[in-house]
């Protein structure tokens, strides 16, 4: 028997909250949502996002995302992972990278990832394996790279339009039923709404109603997809942003005055942020634009004393 799903009754306060958290969330910039999604989702969930997004190996820890060049560049990896054999891909003890793509990667985002993997077996002594989760593959789960006259193996994992259902069918069924889940299950409105392409606009609206109804989720785990399924409705809505708002209400109307409050903190600091970002931006952009007017004023003027030292060479001659 299907329990029935209580409205929640929402106070004056938490209505006030609601709008100016949602207010917040509209006015603030959505940077690479794509790629911050998925980097929050497998960073705060490392092991649980492991089964989620099919990672290869069985997990064993989290390795640090950051590489340093050997001219001292910081760089970073989307996801790395000890693994143990799985007995398929992983054979032994190894490290794995994960990078998400939006599209086939080029010679140089390959050239990146032969060098992480390189870094990340020095440190840890552990052959390395690069992964690429991608919606439309090469052609192939494994392709051989040549870089630097060596073969970088690279495994994809392709997301495609059947996993995306039935991933769908998965938190439709928990909605539907009330059963217990786990944070696995819990994962998939993550890889959902970073991943699907095909009819997006109405596979967003179906997760976002899904969320709005979930049975009670770990806290920390709610604000974190919550914070995924923001980014992705504005990514999704950007070109309807009355449709993106009215997402926006239905996956936060259920929370707590205390869960807005703390998201309402959150986003206020984000945009804080976001501000000054953008504000040292444009100083240096016109700090550079002043020195290139300053650069082309002086060769503007050598070339005119050119001009005029080659107009009195001639009357001399």
């Keep these: 028997m299907k329990k029935e799903v209580k409205a929640v009754k929402q106070s004056t306060k938490s209505l006030t909250s609601l709008k100016t958290l949602i207010d917040q969330i509209m006015k603030g910039q959505n940077h690479h949502p794509k790629d911050s999604s998925f980097r929050l989702t497998v960073s705060g969930w490392a092991q649980h996002a492991h089964v989620t997004f099919e990672f290869p190996g069985k997990y064993l820890k989290k390795l640090d995302t950051h590489v340093v060049t050997d001219d001292g560049r910081n760089l970073e990896i989307d996801h790395g992972v000890v693994v143990l054999p799985d007995g398929e891909i992983i054979k032994l003890k190894s490290a794995t990278i994960v990078e998400h793509q939006s599209q086939i990667p080029d010679d140089s985002k390959i050239d990146a990832i032969f060098f992480y993997t390189v870094s990340k077996t020095h440190e840890t002594n552990l052959p390395s394996v690069p992964v690429i989760i991608i919606n439309e593959g090469p052609g192939s789960d494994v392709i051989d790279y040549e870089v630097f006259n060596h073969v970088l193996r690279v495994h994809y994992i392709i997301v495609t339009a059947e996993k995306i259902s039935k991933r769908l069918n998965i938190l439709r069924d928990i909605v539907e039923t009330r059963r217990?889940?786990?944070?696995?299950?819990?994962?998939?409105?993550?890889?959902?709404?970073?991943?699907?392409?095909?009819?997006?606009?109405?596979?967003?609206?179906?997760?976002?109603?899904?969320?709005?109804?979930f049975p009670k989720i770990d806290p920390d785990l709610k604000i974190d997809m919550h914070q995924v399924l923001k980014k992705m409705i504005l990514y999704h809505f950007g070109d309807d942003l009355e449709k993106a708002?009215?997402?926006?209400?239905?996956?936060?109307?259920?929370?707590?005055?205390?869960?807005?409050?703390?998201?309402?903190?959150?986003?206020?600091?984000?945009?804080?942020?976001?501000?000054?970002?953008?504000?040292?931006?444009?100083?240096?952009?016109?700090?550079?634009?002043?020195?290139?007017?300053?650069?082309?004023?002086?060769?503007?003027?050598?070339?005119?004393?050119?001009?005029?030292?080659?107009?009195?060479?001639k009357s001399s001659s």
């Design 180 to 213: 217990d889940f786990t944070v696995d299950e819990v994962l998939n409105f993550a890889y959902i709404a970073i991943f699907v392409k095909s009819d997006a606009k109405d596979v967003m609206e179906k997760i976002a109603v899904l969320f709005s109804r």
């Design 245 to 313: 708002k009215e997402l926006l209400y239905l996956i936060t109307v259920n929370f707590t005055d205390e869960e807005v409050d703390k998201m309402n903190s959150y986003e206020r600091e984000i945009y804080a942020k976001d501000q000054e970002i953008t504000r040292i931006t444009e100083e240096k952009d016109q700090e550079i634009t002043r020195i290139t007017e300053e650069k082309d004023q002086e060769i503007s003027r050598l070339s005119e004393e050119l001009n005029e030292l080659k107009k009195s060479n």
